[in-house]
């Protein structure tokens, strides 16, 4: 219980999804949509004209401002991110969209606010009911064209996220990708919304902007006033509304650690993350666009372990060309250098939605149509994105590396593929590293269980541990009915994890992991135990991982592993690895805990 103008108010917590890191604490903002508050009224047939007339104009200003958002974020964050309000373009020059407003207009003798209000809502409705996961997401571009036509239409300017004019966290049922670019960090120090998961673009936006948030609380924006204080912890998904005095202190203790660690690590940044015995743990860094290249730098990461490059696919209405794909590669390849960078190839399917790849409806799109076995069926896109990946690799640090392989012939049919882009370079003269080196995500059992004869045929693997442990353990990873049996800690994925690195060290091959176990400290040393020989991790989450390495020996490391391969339950191997972390790095451990 709190006090807060002389009214007790209880504390809620509440579980969603964490979508961008950190801590953040103010009074809540709701963020009400515009559109539901416009008046309804009856117009005579002679007022018609005039509603038209009116709702061309409002079309005019929203096309023009979106084109400043766009400029405005393409100038900010970069122009991959601007390609978003493509989308938002279409909506306002769809001629039946627009069309059928008009129509309504003179058959309902209904003001246009109401009419177009109707007209949107049901564009929307209709296209979140298909399966497309992209045409779902189009919805939230009506809704959000729709709103900004409604304010133009009111007269009111697009100011209620870019206008704060204090410290607040941002409350709604849903965030636009352009009600999000318009935060600023000064002012907008977290949001949380009902709806929402990890692929939408609202929440790329969040990580990129670097704003904690939290998104899927069901109904957080029903049960927030104004006048209520709420925090969010991006690390954990959670938030709190009302926190009590306890919990203020225990997140202000939080916040106070994590700006401490910053100022050190601010120092760290250019020191190796090193054990206390020497041993030495390359951390990488995961991104999916150029524009994160400065937070790398920021976050002391050494390269680029994974670089998603599918959503340079997402953030358009079409295929991204060779020479688009190439550009990006080489942004972030000649800012690396020398540090490495791994191109992941295509990794369209499973929860990502698709854009314009006309792939089937599929009952289980884990375990259908995706990543490699999408583009060794589609040759075309594949050797677009292979050649565009060897152009590139005029920078020496570029390396490339197949998704969700789960068979040997799945790698040794796409390095056919590969060959033969290469031998199309060498007949155009174009330059490219003849050595390139490639590697393969081993994230399907069938793939750990058979490393040994993938291995003969890359130079690398990286372990995606968030489908590893989905597939290992029969979980769907966004069920939220059966996260409880979602466990990274369970026996047969430690096992698992231990034999693809003895098997890859065999070989003599290095073993990366890039799966959200590498960027959770509490499992740092797990993993470094078991051999494994860098991390690649969310830029944010860097300082954090590194900072456990500094802090243990490798023998620490090595005698966790050794307690993880004995145990019987994945609590016992979390609670091996808690304790380690709990006792070398007290202050690691009180902020993710």
């Given at each position: 219980?709190?006090s807060q103008s002389g009214i007790e108010k209880?504390?809620?917590?509440?579980?969603?999804?964490?979508?961008?890191?950190?801590?953040?604490?103010?009074?809540?903002?709701?963020?009400?949509?515009?559109?539901?508050?416009?008046?309804?009224?009856?117009?005579?047939?002679?007022?018609?004209?005039?509603?038209?007339?009116?709702?061309?104009?409002?079309?005019?200003?929203?096309?023009?401002?979106?084109?400043?958002?766009?400029?405005?974020?393409?100038?900010?964050?970069?122009?991959?991110?601007?390609?978003?309000?493509?989308?938002?373009?279409?909506?306002?020059?769809?001629?039946?969209?627009?069309?059928?407003?008009?129509?309504?207009?003179?058959?309902?003798?209904?003001?246009?606010?109401?009419?177009?209000?109707?007209?949107?809502?049901?564009?929307?409705?209709?296209?979140?009911?298909?399966?497309?996961?992209?045409?779902?997401?189009?919805?939230?571009?009506?809704?959000?064209?729709?709103?900004?036509?409604?304010?133009?239409?009111?007269?009111?300017?697009?100011?209620?996220?870019?206008?704060?004019?204090?410290?607040?966290?941002?409350?709604?049922?849903?965030?636009?990708?352009?009600?999000?670019?318009?935060?600023?960090?000064?002012?907008?120090?977290?949001?949380?919304?009902?709806?929402?998961?990890?692929?939408?673009?609202?929440?790329?936006?969040?990580?990129?902007?670097?704003?904690?948030?939290?998104?899927?609380?069901?109904?957080?924006?029903?049960?927030?006033?104004?006048?209520?204080?709420?925090?969010?912890?991006?690390?954990?998904?959670?938030?709190?509304?009302?926190?009590?005095?306890?919990?203020?202190?225990?997140?202000?203790?939080?916040?106070?650690?994590?700006?401490?660690?910053?100022?050190?690590?601010?120092?760290?940044?250019?020191?190796?993350?090193?054990?206390?015995?020497?041993?030495?743990?390359?951390?990488?860094?995961?991104?999916?666009?150029?524009?994160?290249?400065?937070?790398?730098?920021?976050?002391?990461?050494?390269?680029?372990?994974?670089?998603?490059?599918?959503?340079?696919?997402?953030?358009?209405?079409?295929?991204?060309?060779?020479?688009?794909?190439?550009?990006?590669?080489?942004?972030?390849?000649?800012?690396?250098?020398?540090?490495?960078?791994?191109?992941?190839?295509?990794?369209?399917?499973?929860?990502?939605?698709?854009?314009?790849?006309?792939?089937?409806?599929?009952?289980?799109?884990?375990?259908?149509?995706?990543?490699?076995?999408?583009?060794?069926?589609?040759?075309?896109?594949?050797?677009?994105?292979?050649?565009?990946?060897?152009?590139?690799?005029?920078?020496?640090?570029?390396?490339?590396?197949?998704?969700?392989?789960?068979?040997?012939?799945?790698?040794?049919?796409?390095?056919?593929?590969?060959?033969?882009?290469?031998?199309?370079?060498?007949?155009?003269?174009?330059?490219?590293?003849?050595?390139?080196?490639?590697?393969?995500?081993?994230?399907?059992?069938?793939?750990?269980?058979?490393?040994?004869?993938?291995?003969?045929?890359?130079?690398?693997?990286?372990?995606?541990?968030?489908d590893l442990v989905q597939y290992t353990l029969?979980?769907?990873?966004?069920?939220?009915?059966?996260?409880?049996?979602?466990?990274?800690?369970?026996?047969?994925?430690?096992?698992?994890?231990?034999?693809?690195?003895?098997?890859?060290?065999?070989?003599?091959?290095?073993?990366?992991?890039?799966?959200?176990?590498?960027?959770?400290?509490?499992?740092?040393?797990?993993?470094?135990?078991?051999?494994?020989?860098?991390?690649?991790?969310?830029?944010?989450?860097?300082?954090?991982?590194?900072?456990?390495?500094?802090?243990?020996?490798?023998?620490?490391?090595?005698?966790?592993?050794?307690?993880?391969?004995?145990?019987?339950?994945?609590?016992?191997?979390?609670?091996?690895?808690?304790?380690?972390?709990?006792?070398?790095?007290?202050?690691?451990?009180?902020?993710?805990?």
């Amino acid at each position: 219980m709190n006090s807060q103008s002389g009214i007790e108010k209880k504390e809620i917590v509440l579980q969603g999804i964490g979508v961008a890191p950190g801590v953040a604490i103010g009074p809540a903002c709701l963020a009400v949509t515009d559109d539901e508050r416009y008046v309804e009224r009856d117009i005579d047939p002679d007022e018609v004209p005039r509603e038209i007339a009116r709702f061309e104009d409002a079309l005019i200003s929203t096309r023009h401002q979106i084109h400043e958002i766009q400029s405005r974020i393409s100038d900010a964050i970069g122009a991959e991110n601007a390609g978003i309000f493509d989308a938002h373009l279409l909506v306002v020059d769809d001629r039946s969209f627009v069309e059928e407003v008009i129509r309504e207009l003179e058959e309902r003798n209904k003001n246009v606010e109401s009419v177009l209000y109707v007209v949107a809502k049901r564009y929307s409705d209709a296209l979140s009911r298909v399966e497309d996961d992209y045409l779902r997401e189009r919805a939230a571009d009506v809704k959000d064209v729709a709103r900004r036509i409604l304010r133009n239409l009111a007269g009111r300017k697009m100011a209620l996220l870019f206008d704060l004019n204090k410290p607040s966290v941002v409350v709604a049922n849903d965030l636009s990708p352009s009600d999000t670019a318009m935060m600023r960090k000064e002012t907008v120090t977290g949001f949380a919304t009902d709806l929402g998961s990890k692929t939408s673009h609202t929440a790329i936006m969040a990580r990129a902007l670097e704003i904690p948030a939290v998104v899927g609380l069901h109904d957080i924006s029903v049960r927030v006033s104004e006048q209520d204080q709420v925090l969010i912890d991006g690390n954990r998904g959670i938030v709190v509304i009302n926190p009590s005095i306890e919990c203020l202190e225990r997140y202000g203790e939080i916040a106070r650690t994590q700006e401490l660690i910053r100022v050190q690590l601010g120092r760290l940044k250019d020191t190796e993350a090193e054990t206390v015995d020497g041993y030495i743990v390359p951390i990488t860094a995961n991104i999916e666009l150029p524009s994160e290249i400065s937070s790398v730098f920021e976050h002391g990461c050494r390269g680029v372990g994974l670089f998603r490059t599918e959503f340079l696919y997402l953030q358009q209405q079409r295929l991204p060309t060779e020479d688009e794909q190439e550009s990006a590669f080489v942004e972030v390849a000649s800012s690396m250098e020398p540090n490495v960078v791994v191109l992941r190839t295509l990794d369209l399917g499973g929860d990502k939605f698709m854009s314009l790849m006309k792939t089937p409806q599929e009952m289980n799109p884990f375990m259908g149509w995706r990543a490699i076995r999408y583009c060794l069926a589609q040759k075309p896109v594949f050797m677009t994105q292979l050649r565009a990946i060897l152009k590139a690799s005029r920078y020496s640090n570029v390396k490339i590396m197949y998704p969700m392989i789960s068979n040997v012939g799945e790698v040794i049919q796409a390095n056919e593929l590969l060959e033969e882009a290469k031998n199309e370079l060498r007949a155009e003269h174009v330059e490219f590293n003849e050595n390139i080196e490639v590697g393969c995500m081993i994230e399907v059992p069938s793939a750990a269980l058979t490393a040994d004869l993938i291995a003969k045929h890359v130079s690398f693997f990286s372990l995606g541990t968030n489908d590893l442990v989905q597939y290992t353990l029969a979980v769907d990873r966004v069920n939220e009915q059966i996260a409880y049996l979602y466990q990274p800690t369970h026996p047969a994925i430690i096992k698992l994890i231990q034999r693809t690195i003895q098997v890859a060290h065999d070989n003599g091959i290095p073993v990366s992991v890039c799966g959200e176990m590498g960027g959770n400290p509490i499992l740092t040393a797990l993993l470094v135990g078991l051999g494994a020989d860098s991390l690649s991790v969310s830029p944010a989450m860097a300082p954090l991982v590194k900072q456990v390495v500094r802090s243990m020996t490798f023998t620490q490391a090595e005698a966790v592993a050794a307690v993880a391969l004995r145990a019987e339950s994945p609590e016992a191997v979390l609670e091996a690895c808690r304790t380690l972390v709990a006792s070398i790095a007290p202050d690691i451990f009180k902020l993710i805990e």
